[in-house]
C-alpha cells in the first residue's frame, strides 16, 4: 500500500477528504508499531512526529549512557571479587 492509497483510506473512514485531513495538520508518515493488522502507514501530525523522533533520540543517548555505567559497576565490582 502506498501513502496515498492510505491517506484516502484513512480519510474515508474519518467521513472526511483527503484535503481536509491536510487542512487539519494531518500527514502521513511511515508505521512500524509492529501490530500485526499496521498497514506501513500512520495518520500524524508533523509536530508529534518531531516529538517522537526527539524522544527516540533522547533515549537511545540515555540508553547508551546507562549501558556505559552498568558496565563501569560491572567492572568495579568484578575487581572487588
Do not use: N
Not at 546507562?66 to 568495579?76: G, T
Amino acid at each position: 500500500m502506498t501513502a496515498e492509497e492510505f491517506e484516502r483510506q484513512y480519510a474515508a473512514r474519518s467521513g472526511l477528504t483527503v484535503e481536509q485531513l491536510r487542512e487539519a495538520g494531518r500527514i502521513v508518515a511511515p508505521c512500524d508499531c509492529g501490530w500485526e493488522h499496521c498497514q506501513g502507514w500512520q495518520s500524524t501530525t508533523a509536530e508529534r512526529l518531531a516529538c517522537e523522533k526527539a524522544f527516540a533520540e533522547w533515549a537511545a543517548m540515555i540508553g547508551v549512557r546507562f549501558e556505559k555505567e552498568r558496565e563501569a559497576r560491572r567492572a568495579r565490582q568484578s575487581e572487588k571479587d
